[in-house]
């Protein structure tokens, strides 16, 4: 009877085990597609770690935080740039350790399925955001990172090639490839439009408007029914980068009641509207900047 009592408990304890393990993948984030992850990166690198800081650093975990979070510093080699780290050698990366306690709060144990850590002769592709907080940079997300591994040769490429239409947009918007039409849109859409938690506050302003036109142009030429084949830019489709542009009925913009109208509808007020309508662009400045600049 007992045996039979705890062989009953154990299948409970298995049961709950693989519950709570489903349900917190569950409340993973999904990861971002690589041309996002470029779109919003200040650096993009391939890297190995050769060690750490001697001292953690303690900054606010967010802009206006009035606590203070340690940071390790994990020194990594840049073996490729990418984007943005043009003539680098090293790059400064904070992250926070697995297990860390904020100046005058509780203690935080970070789950590993979560956490962003780096350990010696790691070999990654990182995607950085500088940290307005202190002289090093972050990667954000847990898809921020991804190791070496057996399709590795292939993301890089896939994110070598976002890089290069998000450098030379124009070529990007011009180019032969519909596809690559496409993908150059939403790179710059996301590139302009991406909040990015860790900067702090944002405002706006409109980018080149030949430049948004041309956006607009390619995004009403684009074909709505398809889905994008290329890797990595699954989320990049018309509607999802037309949705980001925040356009409201201030700019003649009507969403119809029929969802099975959109694509049409959008594509008209795209095409009439890509010589009024002006992108606009998030900018972050910070707070000391603004104070010298009010004096």
């Not at 070999?123 to 990172?145: H, I, M, R, W």
């Not at 918007?173 to 702090?200: C, F, M, N």
Request: hydrophobic share 40%; with cysteine; charged share 25%.
């Amino acid at each position: 009877m007992k045996r039979v009592m705890w062989m009953g408990l154990a299948s409970l304890l298995c049961l709950a085990a693989t519950t709570s393990l489903t349900t917190a993948k569950a409340m993973m984030i999904a990861p971002a597609p690589l041309s996002q992850r470029v779109a919003t990166a200040d650096y993009v690198i391939v890297g190995k770690v050769t060690g750490f800081g001697d001292k953690t650093v303690s900054v606010a975990p967010f802009p206006g935080a009035k606590n203070k979070q340690e940071y390790q510093i994990a020194l990594i080699k840049v073996e490729t740039n990418i984007l943005g780290a043009k003539g680098m050698k090293e790059i400064r990366v904070g992250f926070i350790p697995p297990m860390a306690t904020p100046a005058g709060g509780p203690r935080i144990i970070r789950r590993p399925f979560r956490s962003v850590t780096f350990t010696l002769n790691q070999e990654a592709l990182v995607f950085l955001t500088k940290y307005p907080e202190g002289d090093f940079f972050v990667a954000p997300a847990y898809y921020s990172v991804i190791n070496k591994g057996a399709n590795f040769d292939k993301e890089v490429d896939e994110v070598k090639h976002c890089a290069k239409l998000l450098a030379e947009p124009k070529a990007g918007l011009e180019s032969k490839d519909k596809a690559d039409r496409l993908l150059t849109a939403g790179l710059l859409i996301a590139h302009y439009r991406q909040r990015r938690p860790v900067a702090g506050e944002a405002k706006t302003t409109p980018i080149d408007a030949e430049l948004s036109k041309q956006i607009l142009l390619t995004l009403a030429d684009a074909d709505w029914a398809a889905r994008p084949g290329r890797p990595g830019a699954f989320q990049m489709t018309p509607q999802s980068l037309f949705y980001q542009l925040g356009v409201t009925p201030k700019d003649g913009w009507t969403q119809p009641k029929d969802f099975k109208q959109f694509p049409e509808a959008a594509k008209t007020w795209l095409k009439d509207n890509a010589d009024k309508y002006r992108i606009q662009r998030f900018v972050y400045e910070k707070k000391d900047k603004e104070e010298k600049s009010d004096k």
